[in-house]
């Protein structure tokens, strides 16, 4: 006999608002639980060659994986299209994420129930079982994160591009002796869509672009 039953729930907000012209700053929250029960069974004559030995006798297991994580951004952007009369776009943002998520999982062992015991039996009585392999309960360590990014992307007249971004993370995953690091990446592009020589051809073809990138 298995049973197993799952849960989850997740909740995110978000929070967006304007204090400056071109200048947004956003907010977001997000949490998420979720469990996983596996309930096990096994009568007399299916316990044979028994992980947990005790053969011959109905036993049971009954575990419980629990999840939890937590996140957190926060965000400021500047974007201006109207710079130089129109003619050059800026957008930069700047901001910050933490998270942690951590895993507990719960087993429960009996065996030695009367050599009699239907599956329903078990279930229904798993206090007459003779011998308890006792609670284990194994928490992992908490996976903990937290970053530091910024992003600025550039156009003139939409035609020439070009995109710089960093990110710093530190997260409890890296090595005890290296725990933080440097991601960064950069790109350049050519939208020759945007070129008057390419105007007859826009009937066919709106957006097309040379791009080249490089990332660490």
């Given at each position: 006999?298995?049973?197993?039953?799952?849960?989850?729930?997740?909740?995110?907000?978000?929070?967006?608002w304007k204090?400056?012209?071109?200048?947004?700053?956003?907010?977001?929250?997000?949490?998420?639980?979720?469990?996983y029960?596996?309930?096990?069974?096994?009568?007399?004559?299916?316990?044979?060659?028994?992980?947990?030995?005790?053969?011959?006798?109905?036993?049971?297991?009954?575990?419980?994986?629990?999840?939890?994580?937590?996140?957190?951004?926060?965000?400021?952007?500047?974007?201006?299209?109207?710079?130089?009369?129109?003619?050059?776009?800026?957008?930069?943002?700047?901001?910050?994420?933490?998270?942690?998520?951590?895993?507990?999982?719960?087993?429960s062992?009996?065996?030695?129930?009367?050599?009699?015991?239907?599956?329903?039996?078990?279930?229904?009585f798993?206090?007459?079982?003779?011998?308890?392999?006792g609670?284990?309960?194994?928490?992992?360590?908490?996976?903990?994160?937290?970053?530091?990014?910024?992003?600025?992307?550039?156009?003139?007249?939409?035609?020439?591009?070009?995109?710089?971004?960093?990110?710093?993370?530190?997260?409890?995953?890296f090595?005890?002796?290296?725990?933080?690091?440097?991601?960064?990446?950069?790109?350049?592009?050519?939208?020759?869509?945007?070129?008057?020589?390419?105007?007859?051809?826009?009937?066919?073809?709106?957006?097309?672009?040379?791009?080249?990138?490089?990332?660490?």
């Amino acid at each position: 006999y298995k049973l197993q039953t799952r849960f989850q729930q997740n909740y995110n907000a978000a929070l967006t608002w304007k204090p400056f012209k071109h200048w947004t700053a956003k907010t977001e929250f997000g949490y998420g639980w979720k469990y996983y029960d596996t309930d096990q069974a096994w009568t007399a004559l299916a316990v044979n060659n028994s992980k947990f030995g005790h053969n011959g006798r109905p036993q049971a297991q009954f575990v419980r994986d629990t999840y939890k994580s937590w996140r957190n951004a926060n965000t400021l952007t500047y974007d201006n299209n109207k710079l130089f009369g129109g003619r050059d776009h800026l957008n930069v943002l700047i901001g910050h994420e933490w998270s942690s998520d951590m895993q507990t999982t719960r087993t429960s062992t009996s065996v030695d129930f009367p050599v009699d015991f239907t599956i329903d039996q078990i279930l229904s009585f798993t206090n007459t079982a003779e011998s308890t392999l006792g609670n284990e309960v194994d928490i992992k360590a908490k996976d903990n994160m937290l970053s530091f990014f910024g992003r600025i992307n550039y156009d003139y007249k939409g035609i020439y591009l070009l995109e710089v971004n960093g990110r710093y993370d530190g997260s409890s995953s890296f090595p005890a002796n290296d725990q933080w690091a440097f991601f960064p990446s950069a790109s350049v592009g050519y939208r020759f869509s945007e070129e008057a020589y390419f105007e007859k051809a826009k009937q066919y073809v709106s957006n097309a672009k040379f791009r080249r990138s490089e990332e660490r």
